[in-house]
Nanobody
């Protein structure tokens, strides 16, 4: 069974930085597309940034220049480094894994990020 566990969320002030992490198990990590999504209150879940096993990255416009993804295939870990956070970034952030063959998605439990003064 695919298992994804996020951590690192919390309360930060505008302009500050935060790093989220995701530990994966139960599948061959390097063979999957992995990434981060977020869902703000009352809104749909949206892609933040993702990467495949060859280092190809897709990212949302709001993430460019501020958010960076890091993939450690040796330790089955995924990180999201977020800089210059603003209130609009307030959301629950989810780690995700995608199997391109089966088209199945797996999700972590989410970690909440609140950006406020």
């Amino acid at each position: 069974q695919v298992h994804l566990v996020e951590s690192g969320g919390g309360l930060v002030q505008p302009g500050e930085s935060l790093t989220l992490s995701c530990v994966a198990s139960g599948f061959i990590f390097r063979d999957y597309i992995v990434g981060w999504y977020r869902q703000a209150p009352g809104k749909e879940r949206e892609l933040v940034v993702s990467t495949n096993g060859d280092g190809v990255i897709e990212s949302a416009h709001f993430a460019r220049g501020r958010f960076r993804i890091s993939r450690d295939n040796d330790n089955n870990e995924l990180s999201l480094k977020m800089d210059y956070l603003e209130p609009a970034d307030t959301a629950v952030y989810y780690c995700a894994a995608h199997d391109a063959v089966s088209q199945n998605h797996s999700w972590g439990q989410g970690t909440r990020v609140t950006v406020s003064s």
